[in-house]
């Protein structure tokens, strides 16, 4: 089983849609959660961070459940600027250090 | 542009050879990581440096990969004898020492191994 889970996609969505990504963490002690956006050939980006009392930032809301080890990402309004990768990325730390788990990404393709 | 840098950005091999790459991290950050990504996965961690120790390295870094931060500024990712399973792109990080940890990556070098 993967560190990181993701719905594989990829996602097709007219514009103005709402979509919602799915992630899921096997490793409880994680400690830092984020979304990236990467497009294509290009590197991740920081998209946000994800708390647990959940957190918006404009158009994208980020929940994340450490009960169930769960984390979200809605985007609503999609634009077709939207159309990328999102990458599930979890903290694990080690020793001191804090190197990140990725999941394999989900991609959304937003279509006029 | 104050971002990480890293050269080259594209890098073709034959099987066999050796191959080095170059990462310049933002200034003021002290962690330096290296990962890995093959199409249609995400990035894969490989090492990492805070300052100039090496304090992490991967399972996935096998004895023909090396990875130095001298001065503890820039780091060097060398390939050994290339292998067509190393081709991928390699992309580097930098961060700050702090809670979050948030990291930012360069643009990452492409390696083709033929």
């Known amino acids: 089983r993967k560190e990181v889970e993701q719905d594989p996609g990829p996602f097709n969505v007219p514009e103005g849609a709402t979509v919602a990504f799915n992630c899921t963490y096997s490793?409880?002690?994680?400690?830092?959660f984020f979304w990236y956006r990467q497009d294509c050939r290009k590197e991740p980006k920081l998209l946000m961070s994800v708390y647990s009392s959940g957190n918006e930032d404009g158009r994208f809301t980020a929940q994340l459940n450490r009960a169930s080890q769960y984390i979200s990402l809605l985007i609503r309004d999609s634009k077709l600027s939207d159309s990328a990768t999102y990458l599930c990325v979890v903290n694990s730390r080690s020793n001191q250090g804090g190197k990140l788990i990725f999941g394999q990404g989900t991609e959304l393709s937003v279509k006029p | 542009d104050t971002g990480v840098s890293q050269d080259p950005r594209h890098k073709i091999t034959k099987r066999g050879q050796n191959v080095t790459f170059r990462c310049d991290p933002i200034s003021e950050h002290n962690r330096l990581y290296w990962y890995r990504q093959t199409l249609g996965q995400g990035p894969e961690f490989l090492t990492y440096?805070?300052?100039?120790?090496?304090?992490?390295k991967s399972r996935l870094l096998s004895d023909r990969f090396s990875a130095e931060r001298p001065k503890g500024s820039f780091s060097t990712l060398e390939i050994q004898r290339t292998e067509q399973g190393d081709s991928a792109m390699y992309l580097c990080a930098s961060s700050l020492q702090i809670a979050k940890n948030i990291q930012y990556f360069g643009a990452g070098t492409r390696l083709s191994v033929l």
């Open positions: 490793n409880s002690a994680s400690q830092s």
């Open positions: 440096f805070q300052n100039e120790a090496q304090l992490e």
